[in-house]
């Protein structure tokens, strides 16, 4: 919920690594973005690609994927300090952006 507020993305997961993005989307935004796209790493890049994409216009559809847990194999990768650090830079960048007017 923070890192939806504090980037203003009107989506329940930001997270999730099943996307699907058109490519006229993805083009818009690297035409504004270039090289700074996608600048973190980890499971906070995907929250950036979402923000970034929306602030060009772009919209977010979400399709219900029913995951099943029981199926999954060893413990979860996801390193939880590095990938607090990571929104947590998203949401201070995302907020200084809105009060300087600059990407």
Same mark, same amino acid.
């Given at each position: !919920?923070?890192?939806?507020?504090?980037?203003?993305?009107?989506?329940?997961?930001?997270?999730?690594?099943?996307?699907?993005?058109?490519?006229?989307? *993805?083009?818009?935004?690297?035409?504004?973005?270039?090289?700074?796209?996608?600048? %973190?790493?980890?499971?906070?890049? /995907?929250?950036?690609? *979402?923000? /970034? *994409?929306?602030?060009?216009?772009?919209?977010?559809?979400?399709?219900?994927?029913?995951?099943?847990?029981?199926?999954?194999?060893?413990?979860?990768? !996801?390193?939880? *300090?590095?990938?607090?650090?990571?929104?947590?830079?998203?949401?201070?960048?995302?907020?200084?952006?809105? %009060?300087?007017?600059?990407?």
């Amino acid at each position: !919920m923070v890192v939806r507020r504090g980037l203003r993305i009107d989506a329940r997961t930001v997270s999730s690594f099943f996307r699907v993005y058109r490519a006229s989307a *993805l083009r818009a935004a690297f035409d504004r973005y270039g090289d700074d796209l996608v600048r %973190e790493r980890g499971f906070a890049c /995907k929250a950036e690609l *979402l923000a /970034k *994409l929306t602030s060009t216009g772009a919209t977010v559809d979400e399709v219900p994927v029913d995951l099943d847990g029981s199926q999954r194999v060893g413990v979860s990768k !996801m390193r939880l *300090l590095p990938a607090l650090a990571g929104y947590g830079r998203l949401v201070v960048r995302a907020q200084l952006l809105r %009060e300087t007017g600059t990407r």
